[in-house]
């Protein structure tokens, strides 16, 4: 979504006269788009605000105007400015559409600028404005904010609760997204599957699959208590529907869970991936963990690494819990030592990549449609491409023909790492 936002910041940008340059040193107006899901991205943050004042300091004859915009910024709000006193621009999540007024008053002088309101209309941003990355999937919004309160998680603060996109906005952007060439969308929402802009988001999913042209649809991210059967008949059942689903369960304690305020259980989580069927097995499961959570206890953490065999991830996100301003998670004790919250995530990340590893060695030998993702071979004599279920593939191209970029080719899986697949164009 941040991603998406900075797209979005771009084109208003470039709508009021300004257009990008390739490094920092030769720009006027430097905004830094922010996370701030976890202490680390924080840190980023000042950190990398501390390399541009020094740019900013030793610029002779032409100013530099720093913005921070993005969740720090819609939770730090005045504050970023003491700590970071190089900042001119204060921008919050729901008050993009404000950018051009919030950059023209700062370089006019006016001095420091801030605007952290929640716009009511921010997720209806005109599509045509967007200046997309040069990817082969187009992101699109469905829907922003998120109306669940996980103990842990600063989003519901940063972003706000659910607002939604009416379907007819949805649409006409997958069409004109179709138009400009694009075959590939990902509807984007903190929790897409909440979505009621008009029909439920298996519904969503149904009308953007009628959509001519677009050959392959994601969607980011699923909470698993809004995974009903109906969404899950969709994806297994609509063809368009990449068969990849990143459901995040965090952890496989029921105790830890409802102290996380998950709202499941591990069995019911379970059970919404049996939702799946029998397809399950062609489509790339992906999930994220929170270790180290506060009272999480040995034998909760194995009850962790027990619902990591059980359904066999093919990939997975994994964190240490990190405490965030504003949320509840902070009352709880958190006296679990860090060396053993350290042990736990390596233990789980090694297994996990031992997971992705065989999962990658399955696909050796298929034919699969990829989508090609360079506009020519990278430094090691492959290009990039990616399947359905979003694996990475290294395409070798023996007769070195000029693959076409956001197109698929057919290829055969000849080898796996760890990471990527290897494959032939057949
Ligand atoms: N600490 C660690 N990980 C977190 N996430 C969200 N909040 C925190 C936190 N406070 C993780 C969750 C979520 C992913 C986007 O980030 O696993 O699914
Ligand atoms: Fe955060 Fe939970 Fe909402 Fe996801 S569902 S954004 S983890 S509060």
């Known amino acids: 979504m941040n991603d998406h936002d900075t797209e979005k910041m771009s084109g ?33 943050v000042f950190s990398e605000l501390g390399r541009l004042r020094e740019i900013k300091a030793n610029r002779a004859n032409r100013s530099m105007f720093i913005g921070v915009t993005g969740c720090l910024a819609q939770h730090e709000k005045e504050k970023i400015f003491k700590r970071a006193p190089c900042v001119d621009l204060v921008m919050g999540t729901a008050a993009i559409q404000q950018l051009p007024k919030l950059v023209a008053d700062a370089v006019s002088g ?10 009511p209309d921010n997720h209806l941003f005109p599509s045509v404005i967007i200046q997309r990355r040069p990817t082969a999937k ?9 109306n669940h309160a996980c103990t842990y ?19 006409a952007e997958v069409r004109s997204l ?34 001519e042209g677009l050959e392959w ?20 059942t609509i063809p368009k529907i990449a068969p990849f689903l990143h459901l995040p369960i965090q952890s496989g304690s029921d105790k830890i869970l409802r102290r996380m305020g998950r709202k499941y259980t591990s069995q019911e989580y379970l059970e919404r991936i049996g939702y799946l069927g029998e397809q399950r097995d062609k489509m790339c499961l992906s999930t994220d963990f ?17 619902v990591l065999e059980r359904v066999r991830f093919d990939a997975s996100f994994s964190f240490i ?94 080898g796996a790492g760890p990471h990527w697949l290897r494959a032939e164009v057949v």
């Open 153 to 171: 998680c600063v989003v519901p603060t940063t972003r706000g609760a659910e607002r939604h996109r009416p379907v007819a906005d949805v649409l």
């Open 321 to 414: 819990y990190s405490p965030r301003p504003s949320t509840s998670a902070l009352r709880l004790p958190d006296d679990l030592p860090e060396n053993v919250k350290h042990e736990r995530l390596t233990r789980l990340q090694a297994r996990q990549a031992e997971l992705t590893f065989q999962s990658h060695r399955r696909e050796v030998g298929n034919i699969l449609p990829v989508r090609i993702e360079s506009h020519g071979p990278t430094e090691l004599g492959h290009w990039l491409a990616r399947t359905a279920q979003w694996r990475n593939v290294h395409l070798e191209n023996n007769e070195n023909r000029q693959l076409p970029f956001g197109r698929l080719v057919d290829a055969r899986i000849t």
């Open 12 to 44: 208003l940008l470039v709508s009021s006269g300004f257009s990008s340059v390739d490094s920092v040193e030769d720009a006027d107006v430097v905004l830094l788009n922010t996370c701030s899901i976890r202490e680390k991205a924080v840190h980023k």
């Open 110 to 119: 006016v001095g420091r600028v801030i605007d952290t309101n929640f716009y």
């Open 178 to 211: 179709v138009e400009q060439g694009f075959c590939e969308v990902e509807l984007l929402g903190q929790n897409v599957n909440s979505y009621q802009g008009g029909c439920t988001f298996a519904e969503l999913l149904f009308r953007v699959t009628e959509i």
């Open 290 to 306: 929170i270790v180290g959570f506060p009272g999480e206890t040995d034998e909760d953490f194995e009850a962790t690494m027990s």
């Open 138 to 146: 187009a992101l699109v919004t469905i829907i922003e904010g998120c």
């Open 217 to 236: 649809i994601r969607f980011t991210t699923s909470h698993p208590m809004d995974f009903t059967q109906d969404l899950a008949r969709a994806i297994v």
